[in-house]
């Protein structure tokens, strides 16, 4: 247990319908990130918030959002779904964010959608 | 944000040991250098993390040259459950997440 969780674990949907993918942080971790990980592919960054604010964007499109609650917990909502949206989606949790360098990730175990 | 090269794949036995290099010539000057592994299907999870010379850990060395530009991954004496997908990341701060992790090297331990 990496002391990230997301859920749900899998959630199957259909085209053009909407979901919310929700991740709760390491304790004491400030920063989220959310990633997209399809078939075969590498892991693609989406978002980044720090302490319930957007620090960075990634190649999210449009149809996607995000937000950091003030528990820090934060949810990724995906809308208009299309079959092309079926993959892993990760979130990712570090202590801060800023110039210290040495900032490393702590991963959940994924959301996997299915969207048929 | 720093492009890194990773050989795409590697294959090896169990009890040897494997380097894999990961090159990053645009490195910046606050960048570290960090390696993730990927089993299917779950999270990548944190192995090491170096910014020069060499840093070892229970599980793996990191080797950087003086000039940083580019970065070997050793683990000794491997075991068929170290088959998985290594990613070597270049940033940190800010930019610690933004980093694509590309496509990575799939290790294939054989028996």
């Known amino acids: 247990d990496s002391g990230v969780t997301q859920t749900p674990k899998h959630l199957i949907t259909a085209t053009g319908q909407r979901v919310t993918l929700r991740c709760s942080p390491r304790s004491g971790d400030l920063s989220v990130y959310w990633y997209q990980q399809s078939l075969d592919q590498g892991l693609q960054f989406l978002i980044q918030y720090y302490n319930g604010e957007e620090r960075a964007k990634g190649n999210i499109l449009e149809r996607f959002s995000a937000q950091q609650f003030p528990d820090l917990h934060s949810e990724l909502n995906l809308s208009s779904l299309e079959l092309g949206d079926s993959a892993l989606y990760f979130c990712?949790?570090?202590?801060?964010?800023?110039?210290?360098?040495?900032?490393?990730?702590?991963f959940g175990a994924g959301s996997r959608l299915t969207v048929l | 944000l720093a492009k890194t090269t990773q050989p795409i794949s590697m294959d090896s036995y169990e009890g040897q040991e494997v380097n894999i290099t990961c090159s990053h010539n645009n490195i910046a000057t606050n960048d570290y250098i960090t390696w993730y592994q990927q089993f299917p299907s779950q999270g990548p999870r944190f192995i090491i993390q170096g910014y020069k010379t060499k840093v070892t850990n229970e599980v793996a060395s990191l080797f950087i040259p003086a000039d940083r530009k580019s970065s070997t991954l050793s683990l000794p004496r491997v075991s068929l459950s170290d088959t998985a997908v290594y990613y070597c990341l270049v940033g940190g701060g800010t930019n610690a997440g933004k980093s694509t992790f590309g496509d990575g090297t799939t290790l294939t331990v054989k028996p």
């Open positions: 990712a949790s570090s202590v801060e964010t800023g110039n210290s360098g040495a900032n490393v990730l702590t």
